[in-house]
C-alpha cells in the first residue's frame, strides 16, 4: 500500500467544525496530512507527521478540500456567444435561447458531444473542481437524453436527468404530451445512467403542476430531487423543491419570505437544512440580472452552495473560484462562508459526506493553492491559484 504525505501546510480547511479555528471551517496551521488508497489517512500536526513513502511540500501554502460543483450543464453542442454579446448590448435572458442548444446538441455525434464534457471536466479539475454534478436537458428526445446521460456518467456519478429542461419545439402546443414523454418513455431510456431528476420550474418552462408529476415519476423509480427554481422571477419551485424532499433548489434569485421560510423549516439536527440553496452567481454575471441574497438564506439559518451552472447560454464558466469572488463581492457572503458553499455546501446539495471534507476516511480530493489563505480565492479574483490538485489522492 502506497501513501503520499502532504506536509508543511500553512493552512488547512478540514470542513471539520470545531476541530481548528475558523467554526465551520475547521482550519489546522502548521498542519500534514497523510493519504493512503485515495482516501485521508491522517490529518495533525506537521511536527507528528508520519512517515510516508511520497512527499508533496506545500511549502506554507492554503490546502482545501476539492471543490464540490453540483450544478453543471456539460452536455452540449455549439456556443451562444452572439446571445451572450446581445445581453451585454442590453438583450433581456429569457432561456429561449435553450433551444438553439438543442438544435446544436441533437445535431452532434456521440464523439463530439464526448469531446466536449471531457474538456470541460478536465477545465473544471485544473481549477479545483474533484466533484462535479453533470445533468442532461439538451436532447429532449428518448435517444438524445438516454446518450446525454450515457456520455455523462463516464465522467462522474453526480448525473441528473433533465428532461424537463423546456418543452422543445415539436412539442410547443402539446406541453401534456411532452410531460407524458418524460415520464414514461425518456425516463425509463434515462433511468440506468441517472442519479438525480432535475425540472426547471419556471414561468415559459414547467408549471408547479408539470413539475410535480415529473418529479414524482423520477422518484418513484429511484431517482432524487434537485430543482431549477426561482431563477427568473417568483414562483412556485422552491416549494415545491421543499414538499418534494429535494437535495437542493437551484438559482433562488427570486424569494419571498415564505421560500425563505420554507427551506428553513427542512433544518435537520446537524444544523444544516435538508433542503441546500444552491446560488449559481455564473449565471447573473453572464445574464446581468441582480445577484440572490445569500445573506438572507444565511441568516434564517438556510444551508447554501455555490456551484457554476456550467452551461453555453446562461453561465459558461467552469470556475468555482470565480464563483466564490462573485459570491463574496455581490452576495453579501463572506470569504469563509463562500468556500464553504463551493465545497462542504456543494457536498450537502449532493448528499455526499466522503466529499468537501478533509477527515480521516474522506475521499483525499484536495486542491493546494498559490497562497497562504483561503482569503486569497476571493481576494485575489481571476487569478490561478489552485496550483494543485489531487483528485483521489492522485496529484493531477
Ligand atoms: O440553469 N435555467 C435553465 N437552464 C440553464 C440555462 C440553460 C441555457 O440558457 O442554455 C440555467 O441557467
Ligand atoms: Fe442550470
Known amino acids: 500500500m502506497s501513501s503520499l504525505l502532504v506536509d508543511n501546510i500553512g493552512e488547512l480547511v478540514t470542513n471539520v467544525a470545531g476541530s481548528g479555528e475558523g467554526g465551520p471551517l475547521g482550519i489546522r496551521r502548521r498542519a500534514a496530512l497523510l493519504v493512503e488508497e485515495g482516501e485521508v489517512a491522517w490529518v495533525g500536526p506537521a511536527a507528528d507527521a508520519p512517515a510516508a513513502d511520497g512527499r508533496i511540500d506545500a511549502a506554507g501554502a492554503a490546502v482545501l478540500p476539492g471543490f464540490v460543483d453540483s450544478h453543471a450543464h456539460l452536455v452540449f453542442a455549439g456556443d451562444r456567444a452572439a446571445e451572450f454579446a446581445a445581453r451585454m448590448a442590453g438583450e433581456p435572458y429569457t432561456g429561449g435561447g435553450i433551444r438553439t442548444t438543442v438544435g446544436a446538441t441533437r445535431a452532434a455525434s456521440d464523439g463530439e458531444l464526448r469531446a466536449t464534457v471531457r474538456r470541460l471536466r478536465a477545465e473544471a479539475l485544473r481549477q479545483g473542481t474533484t466533484t462535479i454534478e453533470i445533468k442532461s436537458g439538451y436532447g429532449l428526445t428518448v435517444a438524445d437524453e438516454a446518450r446525454s446521460l450515457r456520455i455523462a456518467a463516464e465522467v462522474t456519478g453526480e448525473t441528473t436527468f433533465l428532461g424537463a429542461h423546456v418543452v422543445p419545439a415539436e412539442y410547443a402546443d402539446r406541453p401534456d404530451e411532452y410531460v407524458g414523454l418524460v415520464c414514461g418513455p425518456m425516463l425509463a431510456a434515462a433511468r440506468p445512467y441517472a442519479r438525480w431528476i432535475d425540472v426547471f420550474c419556471e414561468r415559459g ?154 477527515r480521516p476516511g474522506a475521499r483525499a480530493d484536495l486542491i493546494i493553492l498559490d497562497a497562504p489563505s483561503h482569503l486569497h480565492l476571493a481576494y485575489r479574483p481571476g487569478v490561478p491559484l489552485v496550483r494543485q490538485v489531487l483528485h483521489n489522492g492522485v496529484p493531477r
Open 205 to 358: 418552462a414547467f408549471d408547479a403542476d408539470h413539475a410535480r408529476a415529473i418529479l414524482t415519476c423520477g422518484q418513484a423509480v429511484g431517482l432524487d430531487v434537485r430543482v431549477h427554481a426561482n431563477q427568473l422571477g417568483p414562483g412556485p419551485g422552491v416549494r415545491l423543491g421543499v414538499e418534494l424532499g429535494a437535495a437542493s433548489v437551484d438559482h433562488c434569485t427570486h424569494l419571498t419570505d415564505a421560500d425563505v421560510d420554507a427551506l428553513a423549516s427542512t433544518a435537520s439536527d446537524d444544523g444544516q437544512t435538508a433542503t441546500v440553496a444552491t446560488l449559481l452567481p455564473g449565471a447573473e454575471f453572464s445574464t446581468r440580472s441582480p445577484y440572490p441574497d445569500a445573506r438572507r438564506l444565511l441568516d434564517a439559518g438556510v444551508t447554501v452552495a455555490l456551484a457554476t451552472d456550467c452551461n453555453p447560454g446562461s453561465s459558461y464558466t467552469s470556475s468555482m473560484p470565480f464563483c466564490i469572488a462573485l459570491a463574496v463581492r455581490e452576495m453579501r457572503m463572506t470569504p469563509a462562508e463562500a468556500v464553504w458553499a463551493a465545497t462542504a455546501g456543494g457536498a450537502r446539495a449532493l448528499r455526499r459526506d466522503d466529499v468537501g471534507v478533509l
